[in-house]
């Protein structure tokens, strides 16, 4: 079963985190929409935050994940919000379960094949070596070597926790994505259509949907409608949630 935070009362949202992410990624934003009348479900993936560890990870097991979870709180009718990974798994769940989902926010990814990008953090992590037992402050430092970006810095740390007194690990798992890691840049399937109301939020600094892109969003999500966060990057929902919350809320009341 997939770990979850669950917050407030009335319509599910399922809320999916992105890769070497977690639930609380979305805790402010998920507490908004839970004073808003939705009950909000903030979910671990597979591999990630408290969830358990697998050494299968795909996007259609993760979409089995999200079914199985929904069938275990008798959820139906929900409403989804993914970004990036969380996102393209989202997208899978809706075009697969379409009768599950109502409405679907996916944030800064598109369905197109992604080819692999996250080497130069991936190599970081594996810097860290745990057996040395480091402290946060030099479990950071092993980062920076490789990862220049602090945003970055910041929310990988967030997954670092005390596996037990004087022992810090990554709460996600490393030896799998180690593996795994083209699975995350895999594409939607070519028949896979969902024709609700979709809305796609990409920040304005990022590459991960361009305007190129937006046909083939089309042809997967007929619905589909844009909008961009000027001057935020990936992580659109952290660098501006005031104006991620505007986009939501406005799409989400119509």
Known sequence: MLYSKIEGEGKPLLILHGFLGMSDNWKTLGVQFATEGFEVHMLDLRNHGRSFHSEEFSYELMGQDILEYCNDHNLSNVDMIGHSMGGKTAM???????QMVEKLIVADIGPKFYPQHHQTILAGLNAVDFAKKPSRSEVEDTLSEYITDFVTRQFLMKSLYWQEPGQLAFRFN?????????????????????????LFIRGGNSNYILDGDFDTIKKHFPQAIFETIPNAGHWLHAENPKLFHQFAKEFFDK
């Open 92 to 98: 899978l769940f809706a075009t697969l379960y379409p």
């Open 174 to 198: 490393l030896a799998v994505f180690n593996k795994k890691m083209d699975e995350i840049g895999v594409a939607l399937p070519e028949d896979a259509v969902f024709n609700k109301p979709t």
